[in-house]
């Protein structure tokens, strides 16, 4: 399944045993057919998806975990190529790792009030139970459900850009690495400016997936999911470092068009990635 769809159903799955519980308590044990029969038709039709398996969730978390690291470990990869089309720049990769590392701690410093006070039971709330059976009243509550639905699809909508909720920040990191990604290779090139610039807007992305993906791991009893996303991170170094090696081995690197070819083959297979992520 795709990524958008498996972060929901990932939050969706933190919440199912305090959702069923509330359910239970204001109607009682939905076991019988009548109480079963009274749920759904207060809450309508309930979409029922297998959970998925810890090693599911692990190799999940693995793959999301390389995909915050794979872009920044790739463009240091390509250092030899930065240098030699800026021969004169001194300490290029010191200044792109200085830039991406001061925008990465201001993201992280803007989106910490969000990872830390955000209530994702209250985000994920879009059922609302109406109960009204009276004869004279059926009017109104048929006024009220198709307000209900109009203001749950407004929330929906609202949620691809609430980046209170974990799944989301994860998201939208993944997307802006594609876009810049996107544009960076249809760039003549680059010049140290440029280089800085696209070091900043992989920190924001970098921050921004970070932020999301750690608190969701989080919210899982099972700490294996967090070790998962950490040596996720820790792996993308050593696969990016064994692709460079390879696309080194493929081109001519004593000439600047043979150190270029090699560069842009592994910037496109980090676009590949994170299009294999989002799509």
Do not use: W
Not at 74 to 95: H, K, M, T, W
Not at 104 to 130: D, E, G, K, W, Y
Not at 209 to 235: D, F, H, T
């Amino acid at each position: 399944c795709s990524l958008p769809g498996t972060l929901h159903l990932l939050s969706m799955e933190v919440l199912s045993n305090s959702e069923t519980s509330s359910l239970e308590g204001r109607y009682g044990s939905t076991s019988g057919a009548t109480n079963s029969n009274n749920v759904h038709n207060n809450i309508g039709p309930v979409l029922h998806r297998e959970p998925l398996s810890d090693r599911s969730l692990r190799l999940l978390f693995l793959i999301m975990g390389m995909g915050t690291l794979f872009v920044y470990n790739a463009f240091i990869s390509c250092i030899d190529y930065f240098n030699a089309v800026n021969e004169d720049a001194r300490n290029l990769s010191g200044q792109m790792v200085a830039f991406q590392l001061a925008s990465m701690l201001l993201v992280t410093i803007c989106l910490l009030p969000f990872s830390t006070f955000s209530n994702a039971q209250q985000q994920q709330q879009h059922r609302v139970i109406v109960a009204n059976n009276e004869g004279d009243k059926n009017a109104k509550s048929e006024v009220l459900i198709n307000t209900t639905k109009c203001l749950s699809n407004y929330r929906n909508i609202c949620a691809l850009i609430d980046i209170s909720s974990p799944s989301t920040r994860v998201l939208l990191g993944f997307s802006f690495t594609f876009l810049f990604l996107f544009v960076f290779l249809f760039l003549p090139p680059p010049t140290v400016i440029t280089l800085n610039i696209f070091s900043v807007f992989i920190g924001i992305a970098d921050a921004t997936s970070q932020s999301g993906l750690y608190i969701l791991a989080a919210n899982y009893e099972n700490p294996s999911y967090s070790a998962a996303a950490v040596l996720g991170a820790a792996v993308s170094g050593l696969i990016v470092s064994l692709l460079r090696l390879i696309t080194r081995a493929m081109f001519d690197t004593q000439t600047q068009d043979g150190l270029r070819k090699g560069a842009l083959l592994l910037i496109g297979l980090s676009f590949v990635f994170c299009f294999f992520l989002i799509a």
